[in-house]
């Protein structure tokens, strides 16, 4: 996305147009002016309505890219995947940050304009600008609730990925806990000690392994109820 800049300096019986960057073409505003006698004859007014209108207009195309973007974020969060979209969350709040650095001025001027408190607009287009300013108004909302939606967006992953590390750290704990017995008991047992009695007894070695694996499943089946493996 991105954001240009345009500015209008508006006499009697002229406008002129300054465009920095990337803004809204206006090649067809002059063929709609056109298109409506009643409203061409109002002069210049009429020009700076019919370019705010475009401009407003042309953020439905940013609102609507940035809805699918958010919608794809929200379900690729809440999708159980084990990929980490945090990245994409913030360059995407970024986005709407900066386009709502550039809707919001807009909002103070267009009310003026709708009020006709501006000196040389002709008091006929204040009804075309209200109608702007509400267009611009809702639009503004969209973006606010766009930014706070990513907020929980962002808040929800960063959750989810302390649930998954809480997740995985009780696994490893799990594991840790059943190795831990087979472990120990080897362990005494490679000390080649001769005054151990089960040394010389035909079953002892495999007690000792029987012993190991029935406390390792004990093991294994509690922590298996209790969901950390």
Not at 6 to 33: K, N
Request: with cysteine.
């Amino acid at each position: 996305m991105q954001i240009g800049e345009l500015m209008l300096f508006m006499g009697p019986g002229y406008v002129i147009t300054v465009r920095h960057g990337e803004a809204s073409p206006l090649a067809g505003i002059r063929v709609d002016l056109e298109a409506h006698p009643d409203l061409l004859q109002i002069g210049p007014s009429a020009v700076l309505y019919a370019v705010a209108d475009r401009v407003v207009d042309d953020y439905a195309v940013v609102l609507e890219g940035l809805a699918v973007d958010v919608e794809q974020i929200e379900d690729e969060v809440f999708s159980g995947g084990l990929n980490n979209p945090a990245e994409r969350i913030y360059r995407l709040k970024r986005e709407v940050l900066e386009f709502k650095r550039a809707v919001t001025p807009l909002m103070g001027p267009l009310q003026q304009l709708s009020a006709g408190a501006v000196g040389p607009l002709d008091p006929r287009t204040g009804e075309y600008f209200r109608d702007v300013s509400d267009h611009l108004l809702r639009d503004a909302e969209q973006v606010q609730g766009f930014s706070e939606l990513l907020t929980s967006v962002l808040n929800a992953n960063v959750a989810q990925l302390s649930i998954r590390d809480n997740q995985d750290m009780r696994k490893i704990s799990a594991w840790l806990a059943i190795i831990a017995v087979p472990t120990m008991i080897f362990g005494i047992y490679g000390m080649n000690f001769d005054t151990m009695p089960e040394l010389g007894w035909d079953l002892g070695y495999p007690l000792v392994l029987a012993m190991v694996l029935a406390v390792c499943g004990a093991l294994y089946g509690r922590f298996k109820r209790a969901g950390w493996l």
